[in-house]
C-alpha cells in the first residue's frame, strides 16, 4: 500500500494503534514509510515509552519535565540497556553461517505468588535453570537467610512499580543477573540485601529503601532508573568499571554512594559492554556555554560577554562608570585628606590662577625641552596611533574572555586524559537530595560524575585519599557545608559544573589535593566561592565566580594553587582574598565589581599576582595589608572606587610593572595602620555576622548546627604545613617593600600616598595626570627613597615631602606639574633630579627641615627655581637652574633672610639675554633629561620574598571608613 494514498495524519492514526514489533516491520518496507513511523516521535513512540514498566520518564529523576530529543532514541537506549547481562556468551571464531545454525538458549519463566507454581522466591531460584525469568506477583516475600543465585537468573516484579517487595538478602555467584521493577527492605539479620564480588548486576526500576547494594571487583553492577530512599546506599569496593545511571537517592545518613579502593587488575565479561555503553549517552549539557541566564558576564557599560573573541571590548570612561556606581562627588579632584593640603600656594600659583589655567605661561623658546626622558617610550604613542595606557584618558577598553573548556582540553593534556577516562563508577543523570552525603571517594578509588543534581545535602562530592574524581556538567546546590571536599592528596577534573547557593565554600580543596577545576559557574554562595588552604594545591582555570558573599578565591595556610583565566566578579566581599600565609599563582583574570577589594593579601600571605585585570570594584583594587607579601606584577588596575593599591606599611610587597590608572582616589597608597585588636571582631563576629563563628570554612560548631566535619580535620591539616626552612628556602627574604616600573595615572587624588613607618623603595615609577599632587609623603618615620621616577602633569604638585619625614629624591624627573615641582619639609637629600616647567616653585623646602639640595637641575613656571623658607639646616650647591618666562621678577635662588644654618654654594643661574637672539636654545644635557632608567629592572623568581610565618587561625575585620586616609575602605575578606 503506498503512503500517498492517504493523507499524512489518518496513516499517523492508523499506525498509532501498532505495537512495537509491528511498529519495527514496518520501518523496513521502504525509505517512505521508515520515515513516517519516525515522525510518530512525539505520539506512538511516546506512548510505547512512558508504558513500559521498566521504563520510566528518559529525564527521571531530575529533569521529569524535560523532554527528551527523541523519544523513539530512549526506548531504544533502553532496549539495549535491558539486554546487557545477557551479553556474556562466547564469541564465535567460526564463520558466519554457524550463526544461523546455533541453538538458541531456552529460557522457561517461573511463576512466584500465591496460588502459582511457587509461594516462595528461595524455592523459584532453586530450580530455575540458566537465564530463565522468575517472575514475582504483587505481595511481600521475606526470607529468614541469605539466598545465593548461583546460575545467571532474571527476577522480575510484575504490576506497577512497589507492588513487589523483597526483605530478602541475596548474594550472587554466577556470572550475571537482572533484578527489575522489585522494592528491596532490610530483613531482620542484615541491611547488605545484594552483593556481588565477581559477577555483573543489572538493576532496573527498583526501589531500595533503608538498605544497602554492595558491589566488589572485579564484579560489576549498572543500575537504570532505580531510586534509594530511606538511608539506603550503594558501596563499590575496588570495582574496574559499574554504572549508575537516572536513580534517585535521598534521606542518607552518610553517603549515598561510597568508591573505595583502587580498580581490580583482573575485570569480568561486562567491563567492555559497559565501557561502550558508556560512551553512547549524549552529552548531559551544553559544553561550551559560559553564560548564565541570571547572571550575565557584562562589562563595564553592561555590554553581554562575547564568548568567540579573544577580547571583550567594553568602551566606558570614568566618568560614565562614575555616574553609574555614585561616586562622581568624590572624584572630582578633591583631597581625600581632610588635615592636608597640597601646600600654600606660591605666589606665581596665584598669578597663573589669575591669568587662567588653560594658558601656558612658559613661551615655547624659553621652555627647557624634557619629553626625551627615560620613561618617555610609556608616553608615545603606539605604532598603530593608538594612546599607550599610561597617557589615555580612557580606561583600558577591552579585557580577557575565559576559554572555552575545548579550547582547555586542547592545551592540557592531562585534563584531556582525565575528560575521556571511564574507570570505576560513572554516575549520570543521578538526583542526589536531602541527605547527609552525595557521592564519597577514598583510598584511590575512581568516579566519573556527568549530569547529576545534587540539592539540600550535607555535602555533594567528598574525595580524600589519592582518590580521583571527574565530575562533569553537575549541579551542585544549597548544600549546608561545602559542596565538594578534596583532601589527601585527591585529583581529578572538575569542569562545567554549576555549583551554587551552598553554605560554606562551593570548593574546598585542603590537605596535598590537586584538582583541574575548569570552566565551571561557582556563584551564590553564602561564603567563599572556593577555598583551598592546608597545603593544598590545584589548577582553577576559566571559570565563572560570582555573587558569593565572602572571597570568590580564598587561599590560606599555605594554599597553593594556580589561579588563571578566570572571571571573579560582583562578590559582596574580596575577588581574591590570601590569608594566612597562603601562596599561589595568580595570572590573567579578571577581577571587578566586586564589593571589598579585587585582591587582598594579609597576614603572611605571599602570593604570585601577575597580568590579571582588577577593575570597576567597590573599594581599593588590590590591599596589602597587615605582614602581607608577595610579587605584583603586570597588573592593571583601573576603575575603582578607592585606590588602585592600597598597603599597610607592616607588609613587604613587590610591585613591578603595573598599570593602576583611573581609580577614584589615591593610585598607591602606604599607609601605617593596624588591623584592630578587638576580640569580637578577631573571633569573626562583627555586625552582619550574626550566628556565625569564624575559624575555618567547614567544620565551625555553630548554634543550632552540628559539626559536619565527620573526621575531625578543623586544625588537622596544620600538621601538613611547610616546614619553616622549606618556607623561607622558597624566596630570597627582602626587608622592604618595594615599588618599581609601575605607571599611576588619572587618579582621583593623589598618585602615590605614603604615610607610613617603615622603610620603601619607590624605583623608575611612571606619576602622571593624578588630579592631586604626584608623590605626596606625609609620615615617613624610616627613610623612603624615591629613585628614576617620572612625575608628570598631576593636577597639584608634583612631590611633597611633610615635617618629620625621612625622604631621598635622587634621579627624578619631576615636570609640567600644576603645584611646586617639590614642596619639602622634611629631612632627606634632593640630589640630581630635574625638575622642570611646574607652575609653582621649583624645589621648595621650608619649615626646620635637614636638607641636601644637590645637583638638581630647575626651571619654574613661575616664582622661584630653589626657595629656602623659615630655620632650614642644610646645603644648597651645585644646582643649575634656568629662568622660566621672561615676565617673571622672582629671584631663582631664594634664601630667607633670617635663615644662617643653611649654606648655599656653587649654584649656577641662566637667565635669558633679549638682545642675542642666536643664542643656542638651553637643553637638558649630560645626561639627558632624567629619569634615566628606560626598562624595569630584571629580577628572577629567586629574588622574590619569602614566606612569613605562621600564625594563629583568626578573622580579622577593619573599620569602613570614608575617606581613604583613615584606612582602607576595603574592610576585611574574612
Known amino acids: 500500500m503506498e503512503v500517498c494514498s492517504l493523507p499524512v495524519e489518518l496513516w499517523r492514526v492508523i499506525l498509532a494503534y501498532l505495537p512495537l514489533p509491528d511498529l519495527g516491520r514496518c520501518c523496513q518496507v521502504c525509505r517512505a514509510w521508515r520515515e513516517l513511523i519516525l515522525s510518530l516521535d512525539n505520539t506512538r513512540w511516546r506512548q510505547l515509552c512512558l508504558g513500559c514498566p521498566e521504563c520510566r520518564h528518559p529525564n527521571w529523576p531530575s529533569r521529569p519535565h524535560q523532554e527528551p530529543p527523541s523519544w523513539r532514541e530512549a526506548l531504544k537506549q533502553h532496549a539495549l540497556c535491558t539486554r546487557t547481562w545477557t551479553l556474556n556468551g562466547p564469541e564465535l571464531q567460526s564463520s558466519a553461517c554457524l550463526l544461523f545454525f546455533r541453538r538458541r538458549k531456552d529460557r522457561r519463566v517461573w511463576h512466584v505468588g500465591p496460588g502459582c507454581e511457587f509461594e516462595t522466591l528461595r524455592g523459584a531460584i532453586g530450580v530455575a535453570g540458566p537465564y530463565d525469568r522468575v517472575v514475582l506477583h504483587p505481595g511481600v516475600y521475606e526470607e529468614q537467610a541469605e539466598v545465593v543465585l548461583k546460575v545467571p537468573v532474571e527476577l522480575v516484579g510484575l504490576g506497577r512499580p512497589g507492588e513487589v517487595a523483597l526483605l530478602v538478602c541475596l548474594e550472587q555467584q554466577c556470572p550475571t543477573a537482572r533484578l527489575c521493577n522489585l522494592v528491596f527492605m532490610p530483613p531482620w539479620f542484615s541491611t547488605v540485601v545484594y552483593k556481588t564480588s565477581w559477577g555483573h548486576v543489572q538493576l532496573d526500576n527498583c526501589n531500595f529503601e533503608g538498605v544497602q547494594l554492595q558491589i566488589r571487583g572485579p564484579g560489576t553492577c549498572q543500575a537504570r532508573f532505580c531510586s534509594f530512599s530511606q538511608g539506603s546506599s550503594a558501596h563499590l569496593l575496588g570495582v574496574v568499571l559499574s554504572l549508575l545511571d537516572s536513580c534517585d537517592f535521598s534521606g542518607s545518613d552518610a553517603a549515598s554512594v561510597t568508591v573505595e579502593g583502587p580498580p581490580v587488575y583482573e575485570k569480568n565479561w561486562a567491563c567492555k559492554h559497559l565501557a561502550a555503553l558508556a560512551r553512547t549517552f549524549p552529552p548531559c549539557g551544553p559544553s561550551g556555554d559560559s553564560s548564565h541566564p541570571g547572571s550575565p558576564l557584562t562589562g563595564a557599560a553592561g555590554g553581554h560577554q562575547t564568548p568567540t573573541a579573544d577580547l571583550k571590548k567594553e568602551y566606558a570612561s570614568t566618568e560614565d562608570w562614575q555616574r553609574r556606581v555614585g561616586v562622581e562627588a568624590e572624584c572630582q579632584g578633591t583631597v581625600i585628606d581632610g588635615d592636608w593640603s597640597d601646600g600654600d600656594r606660591s605666589e606665581g600659583e596665584d598669578e597663573q590662577q589669575h591669568r587662567g589655567a588653560g594658558k601656558n605661561p612658559l613661551v615655547s623658546d624659553y621652555k627647557v625641552p624634557c619629553d626625551q626622558h627615560g620613561l618617555s617610550h610609556l608616553l608615545n604613542p603606539q605604532p598603530d596611533g593608538s594612546q599607550p595606557l599610561a597617557s589615555s584618558p580612557d580606561p583600558p577598553s577591552a579585557c580577557p574572555v575565559p576559554l572555552t573548556f575545548q579550547q582547555e582540553l586542547d592545551r592540557d593534556p592531562e585534563a584531556q586524559a582525565l575528560a575521556t577516562s571511564t574507570l570505576g563508577c560513572i554516575l549520570r543523570r543521578c538526583l542526589f537530595r536531602e541527605g547527609k552525603g552525595g557521592v564519597h571517594l577514598s583510598n584511590f578509588g575512581q568516579a566519573r560524575l556527568e549530569g547529576n543534581v545534587f540539592r539540600g545535602l550535607n555535602y555533594a562530592v567528598r574525595c580524600i585519599q589519592n582518590a580521583t574524581l571527574v565530575m562533569l556538567r553537575n549541579e551542585v546546590c544549597e548544600c549546608r557545608a561545602s559542596g565538594v571536599f578534596l583532601r589527601l592528596s585527591a585529583e581529578g577534573l572538575i569542569a562545567q559544573n554549576n555549583i551554587h547557593s551552598n553554605a560554606e565554600a562551593g570548593l574546598d580543596i585542603r590537605k596535598g589535593a590537586n584538582p583541574i577545576i575548569l570552566c565551571n559557574k561557582i556563584h551564590s554562595g553564602l561564603r567563599s566561592g572556593v577555598v583551598v588552604l592546608g597545603n593544598g594545591k590545584g589548577s582553577i582555570r576559566s571559570n565563572q565566580i560570582y555573587n558569593n558573599k565572602e572571597a570568590g578565591v580564598y587561599i590560606l595556610f599555605s594554599g597553593n594553587p594556580v589561579v588563571s583565566g578566570n572571571h571573579i566578579f560582583r562578590g559582596q566581599a574580596a575577588g581574591i582574598a590570601i590569608n594566612e600565609n597562603g601562596r599561589g599563582m595568580i595570572t590573567e583574570n579578571v577581577i571587578k565589581e566586586n564589593q571589598w577589594g579585587g585582591v587582598d593579601i594579609r597576614r603572611g600571605g605571599d602570593p604570585i599576582l601577575k597580568n590579571n585585570h582588577i577593575c570597576y570594584g567597590y573599594s581599593d583594587g588590590v590591599v596589602v595589608g597587615e605582614r602581607g607579601r608577595g610579587l605584583i606584577e603586570g597588573n592593571h588596575v583601573y576603575c575603582n572606587k578607592g585606590c588602585g593599591v592600597w598597603v599597610m606599611s607592616s607588609s613587604l610587597p613587590q610591585l613591578l610593572g603595573n598599570y593602576i590608572t583611573h581609580n577614584c582616589m589615591y593610585g598607591l597608597a602606604v599607609f601605617c595602620r593596624k588591623d584592630p585588636e578587638n576580640t569580637e571582631a578577631r573571633d569573626g563576629n562583627w555586625p552582619g555576622q550574626e550566628g556565625e563563628a569564624g575559624g575555618g570554612e567547614e567544620g565551625d560548631e555553630r548554634e543550632g548546627q552540628e559539626n559536619l566535619n565527620e573526621e575531625g580535620e578543623l586544625f588537622a591539616w596544620e600538621s601538613d604545613l611547610d616546614s619553616e626552612e622549606k618556607r623561607h628556602s622558597a624566596r630570597r627574604p627582602i626587608s622592604v617593600a618595594l615599588v618599581e616600573s609601575n605607571c599611576m595615572s588619572y587618579n582621583g587624588a593623589v598618585g602615590l600616598y605614603v604615610k607610613s613607618s617603615q622603610p620603601l623603595n619607590v624605583f623608575a615609577n611612571l606619576v602622571n595626570s593624578n588630579r592631586g599632587t604626584g608623590v605626596a609623603v606625609l609620615q615617613s618615620g624610616q627613610l623612603t627613597r624615591l629613585v628614576n621616577n617620572c612625575i608628570l602633569g598631576n593636577g597639584r604638585g608634583g612631590v611633597t615631602v611633610e615635617k618629620d619625614c625621612r625622604v631621598e629624591l635622587r634621579g627624578n624627573g619631576v615636570y609640567k606639574n600644576s603645584g611646586h615641582g617639590v614642596a619639602f619639609c622634611g629631612n632627606g637629600q634632593i640630589v640630581e633630579n630635574d625638575v622642570v616647567g611646574n607652575r609653582g616653585y621649583g624645589i621648595q623646602v621650608s619649615g626646620s627641615a635637614d636638607i641636601k639640595v644637590l645637583r638638581n637641575r630647575v626651571q619654574p613656571a613661575h ?54 637672539k642666536s643664542a643656542p636654545p638651553w637643553a637638558l644635557e649630560n645626561p639627558p633629561p632624567r629619569p634615566l632608567a628606560s626598562s624595569p629592572a630584571g629580577l628572577s623568581l629567586s629574588q622574590y620574598p619569602s614566606r612569613l610565618g605562621i600564625s594563629v587561625t583568626t578573622r580579622i575585620s577593619a573599620t569602613v571608613e570614608s575617606v581613604c586616609h583613615g584606612g582602607s575602605m576595603f574592610c576585611s575578606i574574612l
Not at 643649575?880 to 643661574?909: I, M, T
Open 863 to 916: 616664582g622661584c627655581g630653589v626657595a629656602v623658607f623659615g630655620p632650614v639646616k642644610g646645603v644648597v650647591h651645585d644646582n643649575l637652574l634656568f629662568q622660566g618666562h621672561p615676565g617673571n621678577r622672582k629671584a631663582l635662588l631664594n634664601l630667607d633672610p633670617g635663615n644662617e644654618s643653611c649654606v648655599l654654594r656653587n649654584n649656577s643661574v641662566l637667565r635669558h639675554n633679549n638682545g642675542c
